[in-house]
C-alpha cells in the first residue's frame, strides 16, 4: 500500500495561488490513479480533480475547471494540485487519495490510501 504525504497548503488572499504536493511512497506510484479531495468543515468529503495512472487523462469537479490543474511526475513519486484564482470557497482540508483500480471515480470509499491533508484558507 502506498504511503502519501501533502505540503504546500496555507493561508492565501481570494484571487490567489496555491500549488499542493502529494508525495509517495511504498508501492509503485505509477500503478496508481491519483485524485485531490477536500473537506470544509460541517460538509462532507468532496471530490476536487482525478488522474490517470500514466497522467494523460484528467478530471475535474466542475467548480475548480478552468482554475485548478492536477499534474504527476512518475518519475519522482509526486502529484500535484495547482489553485489559481482561489475562492473563499476553496478553504477546506485538501487531501490526496491513491486507488489501485484503473478509471475515474468520484467516490471517497473507492480509494485505498489518503494523506493526512494540508489546509487551504483563502480569505476574502
Known amino acids: 500500500q502506498v504511503e502519501l504525504e501533502e505540503s504546500g497548503g496555507g493561508l492565501v488572499q481570494a484571487g490567489g495561488s496555491l500549488r499542493l504536493s502529494c508525495a509517495a511512497s511504498?508501492?509503485?506510484?505509477?500503478?496508481?490513479?491519483m485524485a485531490w479531495f477536500r473537506q470544509a468543515p460541517g460538509k462532507e468529503r468532496e471530490f476536487v480533480a482525478h488522474?490517470?495512472?500514466?497522467?494523460?487523462?484528467?478530471y475535474y469537479e466542475d467548480s475548480v475547471k478552468g482554475r485548478f490543474t492536477i499534474s504527476r511526475d512518475n518519475a519522482k513519486n509526486t502529484m500535484y494540485l495547482q489553485m489559481n484564482s482561489l475562492k473563499p470557497a476553496d478553504t477546506a482540508v485538501y487531501y490526496c487519495?491513491?486507488?489501485?483500480?484503473?478509471?475515474?471515480?468520484?467516490?471517497?470509499?473507492?480509494?485505498?490510501?489518503w494523506g493526512q491533508g494540508t489546509q487551504v484558507t483563502v480569505s476574502s
Open positions: 487519495a491513491a486507488r489501485t483500480a484503473s478509471g475515474i471515480s468520484r467516490t471517497p470509499l473507492l480509494y485505498n490510501s
Open positions: 488522474i490517470a495512472r500514466t497522467g494523460i487523462s484528467t
Open positions: 511504498g508501492r509503485t506510484f505509477s500503478s496508481y490513479a
